[in-house]
């Protein structure tokens, strides 16, 4: 679970072009199994800094990008980008600290490098990220080369452009109405305010030319992944708990002891999960020690990891759970416990597998005072 930092950030997603050289929207076209604009959308909202993500761009584009996420605080574009970027500033909440604006063309940045811009910005009021530009550049007038500026010193600007709520507003107000600006930056140099510059990657490029597609597309199926996690729990039964498994319960004269419901399928379904995105456990996320949590329903842990799921642009193709317990008898409710992991993990009922074995009367669990689950998740997915 995010920690909240002590400063509040929020993001200003700008999507609002018309795409005239892409033939549409470029915000809306396909990459990966979702739009441009939803893979901006999902490297914020998995940075812990970022508090509320207004996305602005014309009202006919929020029924589709919904589709895909959800929290969003939505405002129309301006005629210019510079006056889409005022439109959503002004939507931010009174409380944030820093505003960091963004492409929604950029769908490739990396949720680090924002973190990055972020503490930049919060330590020197404004910061944005960058590359060393790999090409020699002229300065050309009438087809004609004026001089050659030295290339070590050159940087691409990118997005996010992250600064403290006050530097930008205050530039927005002063220079918002300069037509020729291309980013907040030059208004915010304007005030005479040092712009830290974060380095950033080449594959944080904005998509503006089908070739800028193309290229998206093969880093996309470039950080493909396909992996298995393991999972694993255990709980005592005792008289007075309820027998919770999978989210169903089933009646019996004991249940299981723990500091949620108990429910060790779910459990052991989760940890799977985060092991197969190398997340972690659900010890971490909702420690044992912390007694608001206590009798927690496992469902609502398992809300939680599906939400690290789909930060991780992720998506649970297969699950396989196996309960060893020597009572009560589980054959009657494999169905109800299939559906019931379905609907939970949001995935359809034929990518679920549930099923029990006995402890043959060995040990704890074969003297019914413990049961035991065992679990299997695949994750597909990028990197990206």
């Keep these: 679970m995010h920690t909240q930092p002590d400063f509040w950030v929020s993001a200003v997603i700008v999507a609002g072009g018309t795409g005239s050289r892409m033939g549409r929207p470029k915000q809306l076209l396909p990459l ?143 220079f918002g109405q300069e037509k020729d600006a291309t980013d907040e930056s030059q208004l915010v140099e304007k005030l005479g305010v040092s712009v830290a510059v974060v380095p950033s990657t080449y594959a944080n490029f904005k998509i503006t030319t089908p070739e800028d597609l193309l290229c998206a597309q093969a880093l996309v199926a470039q950080s493909h992944f ?50 197969a995105l190398c997340a972690g456990e659900i010890g971490l996320l909702f420690p044992p020690t912390d007694p608001t949590i206590k009798g927690i329903d496992s469902r609502k842990i398992a809300r939680r990891v599906l939400e690290i799921v789909r930060r991780h642009h992720g998506q649970i193709i297969h699950l396989d759970a196996t309960l060893i317990t020597q009572e009560p008898k589980i054959k009657p409710h494999y169905e109800a416990v299939r559906k019931s992991l379905a609907s939970i993990f949001d995935m359809p009922i034929e990518q679920v597998s549930f099923k029990s074995k006995s402890h043959e009367q060995v040990g704890e669990i074969g003297r019914g005072e413990a049961a035991m689950c065992q679990a299997v998740a695949t994750v597909t997915g990028s990197e990206l």
Excluded at 116 to 141: E, F, G, R, S
Excluded at 146 to 159: E, I, K
Excluded at 243 to 264: A, C, N, Q, R, Y
């Design 32 to 174: 990966g199994g979702k739009p441009v604009v939803v893979r901006s959308i999902e490297a914020f909202q998995a940075c812990p800094y970022i508090r509320e993500i207004i996305v602005v761009t014309p009202p006919e584009n929020r029924a589709v990008i919904e589709q895909f996420v959800s929290g969003l605080v939505f405002t129309a574009p301006g005629e210019t980008r510079l006056a889409s970027v005022q439109n959503g500033v002004a939507c931010v909440n009174p409380q944030a600290h820093v505003i960091a604006v963004h492409d929604g063309a950029r769908p490739l940045v990396r949720t680090a490098d924002i973190n990055a811009c972020v503490q930049a910005a919060q330590a020197h009021k404004a910061a944005v990220l960058a590359v060393p530009v790999k090409d020699t550049i002229k300065t050309v007038q009438e087809q004609t080369v004026v001089n050659t500026p030295d290339r070590n010193r050159l940087w691409a600007a990118q997005t996010p452009q992250c600064y403290r709520r006050a530097v930008l507003v205050e530039a927005l107000e002063k």
């Design 226 to 275: 396909c992996r298995t996690g393991f999972g694993f729990d255990l709980h005592r039964l005792e008289p007075g708990r309820k027998f919770i498994i999978g989210g169903v319960e089933i009646p019996h004269d004991k249940g299981f002891l723990g500091h949620s419901d108990g429910d060790l399928v779910l459990h052991a379904l989760c940890d799977a999960i985060l092991g």
